[in-house]
Structures are given as C-alpha cells and as structure tokens.
C-alpha cells in the first residue's frame, strides 16, 4: 500500500487546530474570563467541556497522523 502524505498533513493540521482551541478554553477556564455572544453570556462549565473535547480531538488526530506516517 502506498503512503498518503496528504492524510498525514491533514491530520497534523486538524490536530493542530484542536490544540489551539484548547489552549483557548484553558485560558478562559485559568483566567476566569467571561466570554459574550450579544447579549448571551456562555457558562464557564462550557468551556470546561469543550476543553476536555478539543483535547481528545487532538491527541486522536495526531495518533492517526502517527498512524498514516507508519503506513
């Protein structure tokens, strides 16, 4: 089977997206800080929630760039 170099970027890429996202949401979650949208402001336990999902999602996309790298 031939390697895909393209999946690999993909993934790393995606991976990195999430660990920025997290970096973000631990931020809020550090600093307290209150994040508006209009007039809603969001709940600081959402953004314990999507730190917890942003940092699965990284760690699985990097392991399947892992993975595409072994291939």
Known sequence: MEKRPN??????????????????????????VSIKVGYFEVPLWWSYVAMVIHFAFSYVSFMHA?????I
């Open 66 to 70: 892992r993975e595409e790298n072994k």
């Open 7 to 32: 999946r690999k970027i993909f993934f790393n890429l995606v991976g990195m997206l999430f660990a920025l996202l997290f970096i973000f949401h631990l931020n809020v979650v550090i600093f307290l």
